[in-house]
């Protein structure tokens, strides 16, 4: 049956800047496509979404999925449309067209292209899937981007659970990315699984040469936010002195950004620390080349996509116990756990690190096995293709 299965994956935006969502989508999709189904991928964007998601567009178009852009609202703050996916032509075109397809997949919680989909699917008698990205978590529910007000923070965090309440009336099962998620989520409903992301097609058989050592180098690579810890691992690899040194590959507001500079000049590891922004495929491709490990020190992932695609790469990482992707760390040995917010950990694992050759052989060799073993895209597809049949029953 899963041949025939006509899917609607609906997303707020595939804009590569906001983040790790937007990556596994294509990756999703792709998989999904490669199982046998037929999914649809449709967002919102403007002028300049036209050129920043045309590489992911690309990726779609040449595996068979099928995706559609439509133009964002322009009378609201770009920042609030991009996020929420308000697109007037796109609300009408799924209140008109969701009757086409047979299952609707929505991708996150917060964002007015998911309260459509979900209602419109669900009144139509298709079955809704929703992967919510972290957003149904306790951490999700009550963190509120922006605000340092109490007050604030409470009223967001009031709307939300409003919303939630409503929305999940119309949805039939909630996609989980890891037990930590699952665990850490405030019940949508007695119907969720866990399916890890799609993360790599085809791991190679063994890991390329770890690059020149020494010095040892950390590699980051994500959103430049508070929750990434991004302060923690500064203040580690400058403890370490000029023997590490250190990548960073993202993006952020510009006045955290500002700090996270003026912190590395104190720190006086200016000149050991090369701030790249953000990067493409391509140059995630030069990061894990040139890394001997990436650190994803967060306060909190319910995945955590950077560190999964290092290990598709080959790369041992380093993540906090608060990371969804830490039990196949551990179980597979390829990197190291630390404490969220220590640094004397932090800097320890990466001294260890350093210091034993042999270990980054054989974690090179862990993290491919890891990857294909838990994140490959026929693993995803299957059993993403089992969840929608059994909805069709």
Not at 68 to 91: A, C, D, E, K, N
Not at 229 to 238: D, F, H, Q, S, T
Not at 316 to 341: D, F, H, M, N, Q
Request: hydrophobic share 40%; charged share 20%; proline share 6%.
């Amino acid at each position: 049956m899963s041949r025939s299965i006509k899917i609607l994956r609906v997303i707020p935006t595939l804009d590569p800047e906001m983040g790790g969502p937007q990556t596994t989508i294509v990756h999703a999709a792709i998989a999904e496509r490669k199982a046998g189904l037929q999914p649809t991928t449709v967002f919102a964007g403007d002028e300049k979404s036209a050129t920043s998601t045309a590489p992911a567009r690309a990726r779609l178009g040449s595996a068979g999925v099928h995706v559609l852009m439509f133009p964002r609202t322009r009378w609201l703050p770009p920042s609030i449309v991009s996020r929420w996916g308000i697109s007037r032509q796109m609300t009408v075109w799924l209140l008109r067209n969701v009757r086409h397809y047979d299952v609707i997949h929505v991708d996150y919680v917060w964002a007015w292209s998911t309260l459509v989909a979900a209602i419109a699917g669900s009144r139509s008698g298709r079955p809704v899937v929703m992967t919510a990205h972290e957003s149904l978590t306790s951490f999700g529910m009550e963190t509120r981007s922006g605000s340092e007000s109490h007050n604030l923070t409470k009223l967001w965090t009031g709307a939300k659970l409003w919303v939630r309440r409503f929305l999940m009336r119309h949805i039939a099962v909630v996609v989980m990315t890891s037990d930590l998620e699952y665990a850490d989520s405030m019940r949508p409903n007695e119907h969720a699984v866990v399916i890890p992301h799609a993360v790599v097609d085809v791991t190679p058989e063994e890991p390329t040469d770890e690059p020149p050592f020494p010095p040892l180098v950390v590699g980051y690579i994500g959103r430049l936010h508070p929750k990434k810890n991004i302060e923690v691992l500064l203040r580690a690899v400058a403890g370490l002195g000029t023997s590490t040194n250190l990548i960073v590959c993202g993006d952020g507001e510009p006045s955290y950004r500002a700090q996270l500079h003026q912190l590395a000049i104190e720190l006086s590891l200016d000149s050991r620390i090369e701030w790249r922004g953000h990067v493409d495929a391509s140059g995630r491709a030069d990061l894990f080349a040139q890394s001997h490990v990436i650190a994803m020190p967060s306060v909190y992932e319910c995945f955590g996509m950077a560190a999964a695609e290092a290990m598709a790469a080959g790369v041992p990482v380093i993540v906090s116990r608060t990371t969804g992707v830490a039990p196949v760390v551990e179980k597979y040995k390829c990197g190291k756990l630390v404490e969220a917010g220590e640094v004397d950990e932090l800097s320890a694992a990466l001294r260890d690190i350093g210091d034993d050759a042999t270990w980054r052989r054989r974690a090179r060799i862990n993290s491919l096995r890891a990857a294909s073993a838990t994140y490959s895209y026929d693993s995803y597809g299957e059993r993403m293709a089992t969840v929608y049949a059994e909805l069709l029953l």
